[in-house]
């Protein structure tokens, strides 16, 4: 069965420094998602992409956070300078049109 | 705008024993509903969904969860938990559009008793 792939599982950075977090979508889909989650507390909506391009973003996204597309599977969301607040598990989902959303098993991210 | 209400962080039940995890929806439109479950470290799975049609809709390893539409709720439901149950069952609500975000509520965590 296709599933959602993220790398890495885990990381480990410094506040201020740059992270990348990857994602594979399921390959038909056509809306790809972030969410992260504090932990300990609810899933929170980041971002939705379609057609190379940024939908809605929630007002936890502001100007260090970035989606990129750069081929034709991956989807990556960078974080410009870690805060210690940018602590959690980040979710990457994809849909198909009108459809259920696929989680992937999520990157922890760790800024010390 | 959507939310979720999931009452009861933290719900109890033995073994055998019938499970209820309450939510409760707000929605401007027509909504899409699901359960997402997450067992510890790791990601979120789907249990089920309500999209249209029927209001009774049955999911992955016994769970099933009713669509009213009267009370704003979709409560899910097992007869007889299992000791692999044990996890935190999300409730989670969006629009009937195209990409529209999914809505989270706070989560509940099942403990099953032997």
């Known amino acids: 069965e296709p599933e959602v792939t993220q790398t890495p599982s885990h990381q480990v950075t410094q506040m201020g420094q740059e992270v990348i977090l990857r994602c594979v979508p399921i390959s038909n889909h056509l809306y790809f998602y972030w969410y992260r989650q504090i932990l300990g507390q609810k899933v929170e909506f980041l971002v939705s992409f379609y057609n190379n391009e940024i939908s809605e973003k929630s007002e936890i996204f502001d100007d260090q956070f970035s989606v990129e597309r750069p081929d034709g599977s991956n989807f990556t969301l960078k974080i410009r300078s870690t805060k210690l607040e940018d602590s959690a598990m980040y979710f990457c989902a994809s849909s198909e049109a009108r459809a259920t959303q696929y989680f992937g098993p999520g990157t922890r991210l760790l800024v010390l | 705008a959507q939310s979720v209400t999931q009452l009861g962080s933290h719900v109890s039940v033995s073994e055998g024993a019938l499970v209820l995890l309450r939510c409760n929806y707000s929605s401007s439109v027509p909504p899409y509903l699901f359960w997402y479950v997450q067992y510890p470290n790791q990601g979120l799975q789907l249990l089920l969904k309500y999209t249209t049609g029927a209001t009774l809709v049955k999911g992955i390893n016994g769970f099933e969860a009713e669509f009213k539409k009267s009370e704003t709720s979709f409560h899910l439901t097992k007869p007889s938990a299992h000791m692999s149950d044990a996890a935190e069952y999300f409730c989670?609500?969006?629009?009937?559009?195209?990409?529209?975000?999914?809505?989270f509520g706070t989560g509940t965590r099942l403990t099953i008793i032997p």
């Open positions: 989670a609500v969006r629009g009937n559009f195209g990409n529209e975000k999914l809505t």
